[in-house]
């Protein structure tokens, strides 16, 4: 029996794992992290359980194509409860409120009736969210692996797609907004993703909640990894965590030996696969040389390609809120974090996820800051001095809750601190990339959004991360990992 050696326990490297079973080989999953996941995780705090992923899991709805990868892995099934919130999002400022409603009538209703100056802008925007819901990624094959026939049958499944991308996949999140004339629309449109984003990927994210296809999997992220690994294991997988993989060592003739652990022993395999961030790829465990040209070119114009990050702050409270019914961003007074100066922030409760998120009588909320590649530069050299690292980190939590504290003043003293964190902690934690959690975010000016998983001279190494196609993210991770296994098929002169 052939073995896979893969080198991340993240969603892609699960997913991998999952499929490589199902295909007879033999694999062995390699996690430096105590817990699988990733960027797919939570953790305790004081009695709390801090969620830190999933918002929404594209592919809830059952029968559809992606869903059935999900089922698959082990992470849905019809015992797991999707919870499908009411609303995506709110927005307030200045007494006035709106909300991008699961109901898209609703949601026109409202916005209409805020400002009917907006009434083309509005009518459009809903019209494109309708057609976007028809919107799929390619969950059989790699795009790179399609023939002509195969990439025209999967561009005409998707509908009226091409319209929307027509619309909206030419300007960014930014300059939607600066089409609607009410401010309240604009600062709605402006604040949900970073304003570089293409508008497109705002007008899919929308309708991936309003097609009832993004719902959350109870009891959140963690549980959903450990779900996955669970399936790993039954299938025969074994798994290796706090188990730093530090090198891939290279033998003869284009081919990988086997990897060398941060502990010095060697594992030997026929195939890698690496499930990593492809950044930590290339520079640590094997050359830049080997980074595709393409990749590379997308890394060193950090301008128009860029990645994000976010610092977060979470909060224990006494009493369940009430009151904040899902994420709310509102007017604050001024806030510093990292380079940023904002007088937003958002504030998300995580009463609906479960039971078991906060002890009877709490719950869990979260304040979310996005973070950009300077920002990261900024916490890298704070965090060169542990103590100012701590202190900043501290001084930010007590300025959010003052702030909370104001907009939700029968919650004074009601607040404890649980658990701050920065882009340094996704650098530390998953080795991510300038602290993204996400991929390279597709702007007007990119020129390449999707990365080939094979690597030009080492004829057993692949890889499978969600870093392969833009914007990253759960499907990406998990359709990219079962990618991964297909090109070893290929590569063995398999079918299946
Ligand atoms: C706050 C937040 C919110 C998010 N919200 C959503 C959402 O709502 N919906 C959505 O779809 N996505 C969301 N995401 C993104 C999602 O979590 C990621 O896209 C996805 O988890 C990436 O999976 P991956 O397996 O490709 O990479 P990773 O999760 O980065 O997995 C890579 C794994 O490799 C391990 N590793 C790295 N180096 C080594 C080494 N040397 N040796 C051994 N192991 C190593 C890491 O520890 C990690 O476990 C969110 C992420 C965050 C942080």
């Not at 609303?87 to 409202?110: A, C, H, M, P, V």
């Not at 009736?113 to 309708?130: C, G, H, M, V, Y």
């Not at 900043?392 to 004074?412: G, L």
């Amino acid at each position: 029996m052939k073995k896979i050696i893969i080198i991340g326990g993240g969603i892609a490297g699960l997913s991998a794992g999952i499929y490589a079973q199902q295909a007879g080989f033999e694999t062995e999953i390699y996690e430096k992290n105590s817990v699988v996941g990733g960027q797919c995780t939570g953790w305790d705090r004081k009695g709390y359980h801090i969620d830190n992923c999933l918002h929404w899991l594209t592919g809830t709805k059952k029968n559809t194509d992606l869903y059935k990868i999900w089922e698959n892995v082990g992470a849905l099934s019809n015992d797991v409860t999707i919870l499908q919130p009411d609303s995506f999002y709110s927005i307030e400022r200045e007494g006035e409120k709106i909300t991008l409603w699961k109901d898209l009538e609703r949601t026109e209703n409202e916005m209409l009736a805020l400002s009917p100056e907006d009434k083309k802008e509005i009518k459009k925007f809903i019209a494109n969210t309708r057609m976007a819901e028809s919107m799929k990624m390619p969950t059989e094959k790699a795009m790179d692996m399609m023939n002509i026939f195969e990439i025209l049958q999967f561009g005409m499944s998707m509908g009226d797609m091409g319209k929307v991308v027509k619309e909206y996949g030419r300007i960014n999140v930014g300059e939607l907004s600066e089409r609607f004339k009410h401010p309240l629309l604009k600062a709605m449109i402006e604040t949900f993703m970073a304003k570089e984003y293409l508008a497109y990927s705002l007008i899919v994210s929308y309708a991936t909640f309003t097609s009832g296809n993004g719902g959350i999997p109870e009891g959140g992220s963690r549980a959903m990894a450990l779900r996955m690994q669970k399936r790993f294991e039954a299938l025969g997988g074994e798994v290796f965590t706090d188990t730093n993989v530090a090198k891939i060592k290279i033998g003869e003739s284009q081919l990988a030996a086997g990897i060398e652990l941060a502990d010095g022993r060697l594992v030997t395999g026929d195939y890698i696969i690496c499930a990593c961030d492809t950044d930590f790829t290339f520079q640590q465990l094997l050359n830049v040389s080997y980074m595709d040209k393409k990749l590379k070119a997308v890394y060193d114009d950090r301008k128009n390609n860029p990645v994000i990050s976010s610092f977060h702050v979470a909060f224990g409270v006494d009493g369940k809120l009430e009151e904040l019914t899902e994420t709310l961003l509102f007017e604050c007074e001024s806030l510093e974090i990292g380079t940023q100066t904002t007088n937003r922030m958002s504030l998300k409760n995580y009463a609906t996820y479960g039971p078991n998120m906060a002890p009877p009588g709490k719950t869990v909320i979260q304040s979310q800051f996005i973070q950009y590649e300077q920002d990261y530069d900024y916490w890298k050299a704070l965090a060169q001095d542990k103590t100012k690292y701590e202190t900043k980190k501290m001084a930010i939590a007590k300025a959010v809750r003052q702030r909370i504290e104001t907009k939700f003043p029968a919650y004074q003293g009601k607040l404890e601190i649980l658990d701050t964190w920065t882009p340094m902690t996704y650098h530390r934690y998953c080795n991510a990339y300038h602290g993204a959690y996400m991929s390279f975010i597709s702007t007007v000016s990119s020129q390449t959004t999707m990365f080939s998983g094979n690597i030009k001279g080492l004829d057993n190494v692949v890889l499978g991360s969600q870093w392969q196609m833009n914007p990253g993210g759960l499907p990406t991770a998990v359709i990219m990992g079962k990618f991964a296994v297909q090109r070893i098929l290929k590569k063995d002169k398999r079918k299946r």
